[in-house]
């Protein structure tokens, strides 16, 4: 395991990621996770992360002392190597010409990090300190124009310690990758055996362990990531698992019919289908406030799977959710064990005293995906695009009624259709209709028509944090206007939303 120190950098998640994707597990853990604990979890190795602070700024971040006496290799990365550097006795100042974006780096040592890369490379880099002094030890090993000691190493020193100040894990970091791979296999010795098969036998013997013969059930939503956490535990505990799939009726066309039949037809997962579809209109009639209506069905899942899960409660001990690593960064160290108000699966009552089945908690949406494929899942739903929980009545803008959603529903599988077809389905992050409740004045037939429009939002992301919208051909535009027109009654008129986040939103509520 290699444990990522994070100090608030913008690319801190990336690190664990790229660490993850060389098949070596990686945490993510505060900067001031005390040095016990830290010897408590036997890293491999240790990986300091960047941030937006100076060394030198009164109540900069700071790590125990002991840290760097630790015989353990450590990574520092921007931050992370000033911090190294100034702890150790190097010596840390503002530089006069400070380096944004792409660099040039020329190569002086080929030791330990470096090896195999050229002597001059293009490293992404984004700080106004640099370390202008290295610590006894410790050789330079690269520069730029204007910074002496871009990297450096003392690979005999205490297991190891390496420093860039550059950010091997960007992308548009040429070498990046190679970088860490010599720091994970060379400096902390790694096996690259993170791997599905792997993740899905660990964890198969955590929930065997955790819940022994207790019964188990599962909320679906019809995505991925409950599914796959549904798949594994099956895979632990076979007919003690009982999922309850709410079909809430805002979903998208025949995606309900494909859970049913994922759960049903092509495993042997227990699944208790509740067509809840009429009771969540009812609820939605007349509501135009996105707000009020995420919170309404927020409150009727929780009832609906309320009443089902009571049915099954006096034997249930345990609720499976399908958690994800990036819930558990963002909301800190969160270790808790019972259901609590909003928690992850919707705000389930504390009075159910359920414990938490989460054997997703230690993956990335990406990892996600691949261990699904590795259970077999069907690829539309390992590979689905991310979808809102209050799924379409966040789509239809304005007041949710039956008719609305099934002209969305046609217009969004004509959508997807065609983008299947020309295989961008998974170059984009999402794509779908947001039908507006409006009428606009068309022709059609010689006649004057007064009907919807639709408006196609397509969008390209690596993290939904920031997103572009999508470049889509222009022919491949034209045939989805002219079959949504065509084939789905009740619309007039077809839109493009060529806005990014920022300034917008992905949703358009």
């Known amino acids: 395991m290699i444990l990522v120190l994070d100090f608030g950098g913008q690319y801190s998640q990336l690190i664990a990621r790229r660490v993850r994707e060389a098949r070596v597990f990686s945490e993510m853990i505060p900067y001031d996770t005390p040095v016990e604990e830290i010897l408590a979890r036997e890293p491999e190795g240790i990986i300091l992360s960047g941030g937006p602070n100076s060394v030198y700024e009164a109540g900069a971040p700071r790590v125990e002392e002991t840290l760097f006496d630790l015989d353990v290799p450590m990574l520092g990365i921007c931050y992370g190597m000033q911090l190294m550097a100034l702890s150790m006795g190097g010596h840390v100042e503002a530089v006069q010409i400070r380096e944004y974006g792409r660099s040039r780096i020329e190569v002086t040592e080929q030791k330990l990090l470096f090896a195999g890369t050229p002597d001059e ?11 202008l002094a290295a610590p006894d030890g410790f050789q330079v090993t690269a520069r730029t124009p204007s910074v002496p000691i871009i990297a450096f190493e003392a690979p005999e020193l205490r297991g190891g310690r390496f420093g860039v100040q550059f950010h091997p894990e960007v992308r548009h970091t040429e070498y990046g990758m190679d970088i860490l791979k010599n720091f994970l296999f060379e400096a902390c010795e790694c096996k690259p055996d993170w791997t599905p098969v792997n993740i899905i036998t660990d ?13 188990v059930i599962c909320g679906l939503s019809g995505g991925v990531d409950s599914a796959t956490a549904a798949m594994i535990v099956h895979r632990a505990i076979g007919g003690n698992l009982t999922c309850v799939f709410v079909d809430h009726g805002l979903l998208r066309q025949n995606e309900a019919e494909q859970v049913v039949e994922t759960f049903g037809k092509e495993s042997d997962v227990p699944l208790i289908h509740v067509d809840a579809s009429g ?70 009552p504390e009075v159910m005293d359920l414990d938490l089945v989460e054997p997703l908690r230690n993956l990335f ?58 295989g961008l389905y998974r170059e984009l992050w999402q794509s779908f209709a947001v039908l507006p409740a409006i009428h606009s004045v068309g022709v059609m037939g010689d006649a004057r028509t007064y009907a919807y429009p639709v408006v196609i939002r397509a969008v390209t992301s690596d993290d939904a944090m920031t997103a572009d919208w999508a470049r889509l051909p222009y022919d491949l535009l034209e045939r989805i206007s002219n079959r949504i027109i065509n084939e789905v009654p009740g619309v007039n008129r077809v839109a493009l939303d060529i806005t990014s986040k920022p300034p917008g939103t992905i949703e358009w509520e």
């Open 203 to 215: 964890a198969v013997e955590k929930i065997q362990a955790q819940v022994g013969d207790a019964k």
């Open 279 to 348: 009771r969540f209109l009812d609820k939605l009639a007349n509501v135009t406030d996105p707000e009020a209506k995420r919170k309404i069905i927020g409150e009727e899942f929780i009832r609906t799977f309320e009443v089902e899960a009571g049915k099954l409660a006096e034997d249930a001990k345990f609720l499976v959710q399908g958690t994800l690593y990036s819930d558990v960064i963002e909301s800190g160290t969160r270790d808790a064990a019972k259901i609590k108000s909003h928690h992850n699966v919707g705000g389930l």
């Open 121 to 131: 490379q293009v490293a992404w880099t984004s700080h106004g300190d640099a370390v």
């Open 365 to 422: 949406k990406d990892e996600v995906r691949v261990v699904a494929a590795e259970l077999g899942m069907p690829e539309r739903m390992v590979w689905r695009q991310p979808f809102p929980g209050p799924g379409l009545a966040i789509r239809v803008i304005g007041d949710v009624t039956a008719e609305r959603l099934e002209i969305l529903r046609r217009a969004d599988f004509v959508l997807q259709d065609e983008i299947r077809s020309a």
